[in-house]
T-cell receptor, first 113, second 115 residues
């Protein structure tokens, strides 16, 4: 069965500093990978996704994630965070484009002034 | 183009009662998936509806049931509520021909509290 492990439940980081949110997945077959963001008291928004092709995927707001098949990881990075990035971030996997999405437990990104 | 809307936004129910949550899918989206997000946890898949039929189900008991209507909107019904059913319930709509989860849009959720 597929599973997702987000290694950090909370990550504090100073504003304008770089950040990495770690995600590892477990699957014996190829998967689709996602990062979702949940701002306080809101639903989920898709941040970026890896389906195939280039292993580095980028979002419009400066985040990027790299698919590493050998390490079964899909870590999320941003070179310089802003206070507006304060949110909970969920890594997720799916076996196919129509299958259910399996989410990790989330990482709360806390931006320090 | 309207987004995914869920109603109500908040709800308080007593243990043993029944509840119905509603989801209006985004225009052009024919598939609806429901997720339960307990406090401090990631969302968990409850079930998915396509063409008014259940099309996949997660590890939830039968007292969790759903419906999809011809206009693609959906309901989630929970009978015999338990305290552990307290959670944020999220609905996601997507166009099946472009990928259920690759083009999924989530609503704001319904916060259910069971007392």
């Amino acid at each position: 069965a597929q599973s997702v492990t987000q290694l950090d439940s909370q990550v504090p980081v100073f504003e304008e500093a770089p950040v990495e949110l770690r995600c590892n997945y477990s699957s014996s077959v190829s998967v689709y990978l996602f990062w979702y963001v949940q701002y306080p008291n809101q639903g989920l928004q898709l941040l970026l996704k890896y389906l195939s092709g280039s292993t580095l995927v980028e979002s419009i707001n400066g985040f990027e994630a790299e698919f590493n098949k050998s390490q079964t990881s899909f870590h999320l990075r941003k070179p310089s965070v802003h206070i507006s990035d304060t949110a909970e971030y969920f890594c997720a996997v799916s076996l196919s484009r129509d299958d259910k999405i399996i989410f990790g437990k989330g990482t709360r990104l806390h931006i320090l002034p | 183009e309207t987004g995914v809307t869920q109603s109500p936004t908040h709800l308080i129910k007593t243990r043993g009662q029944q509840v119905t949550l509603r989801c209006s899918s985004q225009s052009g989206h024919n598939t609806v998936s429901w997720y339960q997000q307990a406090l401090g946890q990631g969302p968990q898949f409850i079930f998915q509806y396509y063409r008014e039929e259940e099309n996949g189900r997660g590890n939830f008991p039968p007292r969790f049931s759903g419906l999809q209507f011809p206009n693609y909107s959906s309901e989630l019904n929970v009978n015999a509520l338990e305290l552990d059913d307290s959670a944020l319930y999220l609905c996601a709509s997507s166009p099946r021909d472009r990928g259920v989860n690759t083009e999924a849009f989530f609503g704001q959720g319904t916060r259910l509290t069971v007392v």
